[in-house]
């Protein structure tokens, strides 16, 4: 079966604009969580998505923020874009939102602003 | 500062070798997951490990669990070149999906 898809695979955007990243997660999954990975922080926690509600957060701030759809397809937005936003932008989806169930990561959105 | 620190940050070893990472916390974790990343790819799940003192094997892969929880390693024998790649430790403190990264070991093993 298709694994998770996020598009697009790469993206470059200048200060102050905005961008939207999506997440279509496999088949099935109905919990959708993201992360930011970067050289210097490494993969860090954005948030977590499971039947349209936001179930965890991260700590970063109100800028980015995030929603799923009934499909379970989910969307990241990041306003007021700052260089320090340039990083890979991971989604991970699996069946549940628990830890005991296994997450499927995405190839990432490589996010870079200029 | 990271919850969870990983050692060393970079290896380069030879075919054959053997060697160890390391993943450190002050923190409890319910759960901790190991996984590998290859460029351009998002990580892979190699293996979760969920009670204390817990020992899993994946064929040249042994993962460990602190008695503690707060600590994990991952030992390789005899590297191979597939083996290349950003490893990365991740606890869990909870039962939901949030889970704390580790800092990563970039393991590059030369044929």
């Known amino acids: 079966k298709a694994g998770v898809t996020q598009t697009p695979r790469y993206l470059i955007k200048t200060r102050g604009q905005q961008v939207t990243l999506s997440c279509s997660p496999i088949s099935g999954h109905r919990s959708v969580s993201w992360y930011q990975q970067t050289p210097g922080q490494g993969l860090q926690f954005l948030f977590e998505y499971f039947s349209e509600t936001q179930r965890n957060k991260g700590n970063f701030p109100g800028r980015f923020s995030g929603r799923q759809f009934s499909n379970s397809r989910s969307e990241m937005n990041v306003s007021t874009l700052e260089l320090g936003d340039s990083a890979l932008y991971l989604c991970a989806s699996s069946l549940q939102p628990s830890a005991k169930n296994i997450q499927y990561f995405g190839a990432g959105t490589r996010l870079s602003v200029l | 500062t990271q919850l969870l620190e990983q050692s060393p940050q970079f290896l380069s070893i030879q075919e054959g070798e053997n060697l160890t990472v390391y993943c450190n916390s002050s923190?409890?974790?319910?759960?901790l997951q190991w996984y590998r990343q290859e460029p351009g790819e998002g990580p892979v799940l190699l293996v979760t490990v969920v009670t204390g003192g817990e020992v899993k094997k994946l064929k040249r892969l042994t993962f460990q669990f602190g008695d503690a929880r707060k600590d994990s390693s991952l030992h390789i024998t005899a590297a191979q070149p597939g083996d290349t790649g950003l490893y990365l430790c991740?606890?869990?403190?909870?039962?939901?999906?949030?889970?704390?990264f580790g800092t990563g070991t970039s393991l590059t093993v030369i044929p």
């Open positions: 991740a606890g869990a403190r909870g039962t939901g999906n949030q889970f704390y």
């Open positions: 923190s409890v974790f319910s759960s």
